[in-house]
Protein backbone atom coordinates (compact mmCIF):
# COMPACT_ATOMS: atom_id res chain seq x y z
CA UNK A 1 0.00 0.00 0.00
CA UNK A 2 0.96 3.60 -0.40
CA UNK A 3 -0.29 6.48 1.84
CA UNK A 4 -0.23 10.01 0.06
CA UNK A 5 0.09 13.31 2.89
CA UNK A 6 -0.55 16.41 1.42
CA UNK A 7 0.04 20.23 3.02
CA UNK A 8 0.63 23.34 1.71
CA UNK A 9 -2.72 25.03 1.45
CA UNK A 10 -4.07 28.14 3.06
CA UNK A 11 -5.74 31.19 2.22
CA UNK A 12 -4.18 33.88 0.07
CA UNK A 13 -5.68 36.78 -2.16
CA UNK A 14 -5.55 36.33 -5.85
CA UNK A 15 -2.54 36.78 -7.78
CA UNK A 16 -0.60 34.97 -5.04
CA UNK A 17 0.96 31.94 -4.53
CA UNK A 18 1.16 28.53 -2.96
CA UNK A 19 2.99 25.46 -3.10
CA UNK A 20 1.59 21.87 -2.33
CA UNK A 21 3.50 18.89 -1.44
CA UNK A 22 2.39 15.89 -0.81
CA UNK A 23 4.76 13.22 0.74
CA UNK A 24 4.72 9.26 -0.20
CA UNK A 25 5.02 6.34 2.11
CA UNK A 26 4.41 2.85 2.37
CA UNK A 27 5.39 0.93 -1.11
CA UNK A 28 6.73 4.06 -3.13
CA UNK A 29 8.90 2.43 -5.31
CA UNK A 30 6.03 1.15 -8.34
CA UNK A 31 4.61 4.19 -8.51
CA UNK A 32 4.30 4.96 -11.95
CA UNK A 33 2.90 8.54 -12.39
CA UNK A 34 1.10 11.27 -10.38
CA UNK A 35 -1.21 13.81 -10.64
CA UNK A 36 -3.38 16.67 -8.52
CA UNK A 37 -7.13 16.90 -8.70
CA UNK A 38 -9.26 19.64 -6.84
CA UNK A 39 -12.88 19.52 -5.75
CA UNK A 40 -14.56 22.67 -4.44
CA UNK A 41 -18.34 22.19 -3.49
CA UNK A 42 -21.26 21.67 -5.56
CA UNK A 43 -18.54 20.70 -8.53
CA UNK A 44 -17.31 17.70 -10.20
CA UNK A 45 -13.66 16.76 -9.41
CA UNK A 46 -11.63 17.60 -11.99
CA UNK A 47 -7.69 16.86 -13.14
CA UNK A 48 -4.91 19.57 -12.25
CA UNK A 49 -1.46 18.50 -13.41
CA UNK A 50 0.05 15.24 -13.76
CA UNK A 51 3.37 13.64 -14.09
CA UNK A 52 5.18 10.37 -15.18
CA UNK A 53 7.24 9.56 -12.24
CA UNK A 54 9.78 7.57 -14.78
CA UNK A 55 10.34 10.48 -17.65
CA UNK A 56 9.02 13.13 -15.84
CA UNK A 57 6.80 14.43 -18.62
CA UNK A 58 3.83 16.76 -17.09
CA UNK A 59 0.59 17.41 -18.11
CA UNK A 60 -1.97 19.85 -17.17
CA UNK A 61 -5.24 20.93 -17.75
CA UNK A 62 -5.79 24.08 -19.31
CA UNK A 63 -6.97 26.50 -16.72
CA UNK A 64 -3.78 25.86 -14.89
CA UNK A 65 -1.16 26.61 -17.74
CA UNK A 66 1.26 28.68 -17.51
CA UNK A 67 0.45 29.28 -13.88
CA UNK A 68 1.03 25.65 -11.81
CA UNK A 69 3.83 23.48 -12.07
CA UNK A 70 4.15 19.84 -11.21
CA UNK A 71 7.47 18.22 -9.72
CA UNK A 72 8.76 15.63 -7.66
CA UNK A 73 11.63 15.22 -5.62
CA UNK A 74 12.22 11.48 -5.51
CA UNK A 75 15.15 10.91 -3.40
CA UNK A 76 12.02 12.61 -0.69
CA UNK A 77 8.78 11.00 -2.34
CA UNK A 78 7.19 14.14 -2.59
CA UNK A 79 5.08 15.18 -5.26
CA UNK A 80 4.98 19.27 -5.42
CA UNK A 81 2.42 21.67 -7.30
CA UNK A 82 3.42 25.25 -7.45
CA UNK A 83 0.37 27.19 -8.09
CA UNK A 84 1.45 31.33 -9.00
CA UNK A 85 -1.07 33.77 -9.96
CA UNK A 86 -3.85 32.08 -8.05
CA UNK A 87 -7.37 33.31 -9.17
CA UNK A 88 -10.60 32.66 -6.62
CA UNK A 89 -11.94 29.85 -9.33
CA UNK A 90 -8.75 27.75 -7.66
CA UNK A 91 -10.73 27.38 -4.80
CA UNK A 92 -10.88 24.07 -4.20
CA UNK A 93 -9.66 21.24 -1.93
CA UNK A 94 -6.39 20.04 -3.72
CA UNK A 95 -5.88 15.99 -3.60
CA UNK A 96 -2.72 14.25 -4.55
CA UNK A 97 -3.00 10.67 -6.64
CA UNK A 98 -0.69 7.92 -7.48
CA UNK A 99 -0.72 5.00 -9.41
CA UNK A 100 1.34 1.71 -9.59
CA UNK A 101 -0.41 0.82 -12.69
CA UNK A 102 2.31 1.39 -15.58
CA UNK A 103 -0.31 0.47 -18.45
CA UNK A 104 -2.97 2.93 -16.79
CA UNK A 105 -0.42 5.82 -16.75
CA UNK A 106 0.27 5.69 -20.23
CA UNK A 107 -3.38 4.94 -21.80
CA UNK A 108 -4.48 7.82 -19.84
CA UNK A 109 -2.32 9.73 -17.53
CA UNK A 110 -5.44 12.26 -16.71
CA UNK A 111 -8.00 10.06 -15.86
CA UNK A 112 -9.28 9.75 -12.09
CA UNK A 113 -9.74 6.23 -12.49
CA UNK A 114 -5.99 5.73 -13.18
CA UNK A 115 -4.99 6.23 -9.73
CA UNK A 116 -5.56 3.78 -6.98
CA UNK A 117 -4.09 6.15 -4.28
CA UNK A 118 -5.46 9.60 -2.88
CA UNK A 119 -4.47 11.16 -0.24
CA UNK A 120 -7.10 13.22 2.04
CA UNK A 121 -6.64 16.71 0.67
CA UNK A 122 -5.33 19.82 1.52
CA UNK A 123 -7.57 22.80 1.56
CA UNK A 124 -6.87 26.23 -0.67
CA UNK A 125 -8.76 29.53 -0.53
CA UNK A 126 -7.97 32.24 -3.00
CA UNK A 127 -9.96 35.51 -2.27
CA UNK A 128 -10.33 38.69 -4.48
Known amino acids: QTQLVESGGGSVQAGGSLRLSCEAS????????MGWFRQSPGKEREGVAF????????TYADPVKGRFTISQDSAQNTLFLQMNSLKPDDTANYYC?????????????????????WGQGTQVTVSS
Open 97 to 117: AASNSNGACRRDPTAASTFNF
Open 26 to 33: GRTNGIDC
Open 51 to 58: INTHTQTA
